[in-house]
């Protein structure tokens, strides 16, 4: 094979410089093997077309081909310039890919098989079985295993017959050389097979006599009679009959050369060693993993002891064998020692000598296996560590310090701990994406339980996502999944998956014990807990989604007698918890979860989560007081990840009459839903929890009301404004409560922003008097907002110098205290002034500032204001068809975000939209609105940076 090499002899693979290219889609894979099927000349458009779609193409069937090829060429080619293709090229009248037939492992297959039977004409006996030999190691399972169409099925069954002739020539060969007694077992597995292949069934009977098994020889054509006849009407060939006379009268003739006898140096002191076991032959196909693999081929390439570790399920084993078999070192033979039925830790050696075919006659275990194993290179799997794994430790440190040619790979649930060691994970499998690895795995694997699964629907497919996402992408869960639609419908499937260990109580009989079901593979992990690690196991079941360290000590501290965080790291060691060294997270798989909850009775769950909902109580009210700082991007960080643990709290504590502290976390949560966009959650929450708790401590509720209209703002909800603000205002106790200051400011922006007139000059007392309370709180960083609800008010006033001087000073303010909202809004309010006095250059400056300051903040329901108000802008600057650009997108993005900005800002923004519609013809305002629909939130805001001229956000937002 040459640098770049197409295999299709097994899944349809393309390597580069020895690495595999990405894994395609179904569609480009189907494309790709009808290329290779004619590889080297060209095939036409509609021969392709007929190919890839089984004859029933969709509408713009050219425009998809087209845009196929294109993504393979990238990938064939990805450091070709101007589209200098020359591997996969438009001939006329199709496309061809120019390859040798050395680049292509079916055309290298067929050719060496032709060169065998050359050989074996000229009795060239030892060269034909060399190159025979070659052509079947090129075979990695069933040709386009992975391709499913029509064509593909014909060419490999066809490719399957060549295949066969291979093993049959191989095994005459084999018999010629005098090595009958090696093939009986492989004969006698292919006869079963292909049975009415009378060419093995010829091979088998002439090993077994060769071998001095007359009767079984014989045995072999009655069968082989029997069969043609039932099956065909037939009798057996001349040759078949021929041999079955030959041996019935022992003809001489028959015993062919001498075997071969390979026999052993002898080696002093060395117990007798036989050939280990070949590693099993896989029953089902390899899927996914390309990269742990290639991680595995490296490492194992540099180190001498790797671990695999991974949760039960994961498919450690699987991955380690298929290793084995592709990234072994050169000259080193994959050995496995499969540890998992070994009961007692001190028959671990006794294992090892087993498997590698060494002899017990005498003496210990392990001081037969140093000498058996010095200069052998042997790369040792040793699998299933972690029920003995100090056991299998020391062992290994033993070998591998007396055997410089042994290499070890194990896998284990935890690490062996010993210096040298390289650990590397084995997770769940991507899930959840139609085109993940575990979809793959699941299709692959149901291909026989449901054939119709072949070509899978749409509907189909999201069905599919949905049960191995639920699964965790677990491996062996994905296949017991596939494995229920020998008895189940994919909709019953997927509509029980809830119910995981009753839906997965199946398994394969021949499966270890431990790996038959989904409940034993998991309890094989809890039943290498002590009572304290599994208290702690329960424990952090209550957490949804990940969680932090200073959760667990909260909610299993009580009960651990110390030394929390060092039982978690033990449950992270084995597999049972896993660790997200980026976010200084952990996270509990929702399979291993489920299973900690079923061990709970209601008194320990309940007395968990109430722990759970009180700990995430305090931390929404530690973190709320953070948010408008300058430092506040940590808060921020922990309040997005804990999202999952914070719905989870409020839901227990409302179900159990806790309104408290479901108000608690609720009104502690008001600024963050306001800035992320949460606002339809947010005000469903707080409406629950203020009316389960009506009695709440008075600072308590009114947070919460202050929270409530916040988010009443963002929908545009004026009379909820009111009734908050003034419920808050009149319940505070006096003039030093913080959200006193903060419902004073927001009543008076509320009031300028939508025209009211203030006959009595409410806004200003509301002003002037939340200043005061926010200087007695120690609130420096109201008087930003301070400033800028002064200029809201100067402007609804019709005082434009007035309001950009109080907008200079907002900015000043809020640049000095980091609170980017409140410098984010005065943009905003600037960028209206502008607007109003015709300045449509400095509106979109402002705004510009406006929206990339909320973009870095991932704050949505600003980015949308912003975006309003830029389309009011760019037809200020006269720029019309631009602003209904952003029209449409804000239309799209609204229902994404869920907040429509028009519903916050009425009076302003049903001016811009009239504004903008006005300067259009309707055709034309309409067109533009389609562009913008089109658009994601990123796309937008470059559009407003660049009318700005100013750069374009670098990262997207949260």
Known sequence: MTARSFRVLGPVEVWNDGRPVPRQTPRHRAVLAALLVDAGTTVPLDVLVDRVWNGQPPTAVLGTLQAVISKLRRELEPDAVGGRWEVLVTRDPGYRLEVTPEDVDALCFTSLLRAARGHAERGEVEAARTAVGEALELWRGPAYADVAETFAVEEAARLEQLRLDARELAADLDLRLGRHGELVEDLRALVRAEPLREGLRRSLMLALYRAGRQAEALTVYDEGRRLLAEELGVDPGRDLQTLHERILRQDAELAGPPAEVRLPEPRPEVAPVRAADPLPAPLTTFIGRTRELDTLAATLADRRLVTLVGPGGSGKTRLALEAARRAAPEGFTPALVELAGVGDPALVDTEIATALGVTLAAGDALGLLVPALQGRPTLLVLDNCEHVVDAAAAVTATL??????????????????????????????????????????????????????????????????????????????????????????????????????????????????????????????????????????????????????????????????????????????????????????????????????????????????????????????????????????????????????LRAAMAHALATGQGVTALRIAGSLGWYWYRRGYVAEGRQWLAEALTAAPDAPVPVRAQALLSDALLAYLTGDVPSIWERT?????????????????????????????????????????????????????????????????????????????????????????????????????????????????????????????????????????????????????????????????????????????????????????????????????????????????????????????????????????
């Not at 929206?851 to 802008?873: E, F, V």
């Not at 629909?933 to 670098?954: F, N, S, T």
């Open 400 to 645: 591998l310090a007396r055997c410089p040619e042994l290499r070890v790979l194990a896998t284990s649930r935890q690490p062996l701990g010993l210096p040298g060691e390289a650990v590397l994970p084995c997770g769940p499998m991507p899930a959840g994406d139609v085109n993940s690895d575990a979809v793959r795995l699941f299709l692959d694997r149901a291909r026989l339980a449901a054939p119709h699964l072949a070509e899978p629907t749409d509907e189909e497919l999201a069905l599919i996502a949905g049960v191995c996402a639920e699964l965790d992408g677990l491996p062996l869960a994905v296949e017991l999944a596939a494995a229920c639609l020998t008895t189940l419908p994919l909709p019953e499937v997927a509509a029980r998956v809830d119910d995981r260990f009753g839906l997965l109580a199946g398994g394969w009989r021949t499966a270890h014990p431990h790996q038959r079901t989904l409940a034993a593979t998991v309890q094989w992990s809890v039943d290498l807990l002590d009572p304290r690690q599994l208290a702690v196991f329960r424990a952090v079941s209550v957490f949804a989604g990940s969680f932090a360290a200073d959760g667990v000590e909260a909610v299993a501290g009580p009960d651990g007698e110390g030394g929390t965080l060092e039982l978690l790291r033990a449950l992270a060691g084995q597999s049972l918890v896993e660790v997200d060294h980026r976010s200084a997270r952990y996270r509990m798989l929702e399979t291993l979860r489920q299973y900690a909850d079923q061990l709970m009775d209601d008194d320990e769950r309940r007395v968990l989560r109430d722990r759970h909902a009180a700990f995430l109580a305090d931390l929404a009210e530690r973190l709320e007081g953070k948010l408008r700082r300058r430092d506040g991007g940590p808060a921020w960080h922990r309040l997005d990840a804990e999202q999952p643990n």
């Open 726 to 958: 003034n419920e808050l205002i009149t319940i505070s106790p006096g003039e030093d409560e913080g959200n006193l200051a903060l419902a004073l400011v927001l009543r008076g922006f509320v009031r300028a922003l939508l025209g009211h007139v203030d006959k009595e000059n409410e806004t200003a007392q509301d002003v002037a008097r939340g200043m005061a309370v926010a200087e007695r709180c120690g609130i420096d960083w109201v008087r930003s907002e301070i400033a800028m609800t002064l200029g809201q008010f100067s402007r609804a006033d019709g005082n434009p110098d007035a309001a950009l001087q109080h907008l200079d000073r907002a900015e000043e303010l809020a640049r000095q205290f980091g609170h980017t909202w409140a410098e984010c809004s005065a943009q905003w309010v600037r960028a209206k002034v502008h607007i109003e006095l015709g300045h449509g250059p400095e509106a979109l400056t402002a705004i510009a500032r406006t929206t990339l300051l909320a973009h870095d903040d991932g704050d949505r329901t600003s980015m949308l204001a912003g975006l309003l108000t830029a389309a009011g802008a760019a037809t200020a600057a006269g720029l019309p068809r631009v602003g209904a650009v952003l029209l449409g997108a804000i239309e799209t993005l609204s229902r994404l975000v869920g907040y429509d900005p028009l519903r916050m800002d009425p009076v302003d923004g049903q001016g811009y939209v009239a504004s903008t519609q006005a300067a259009l013809d309707p055709q034309e305002y309409e067109a533009a609105r389609a562009e913008g629909r089109a658009m994601d939130m990123d796309a937008a805001i470059a559009l407003v940076q660049r009318l700005a001229g100013r750069p374009e956000p670098a990262v997207p937002a949260r």
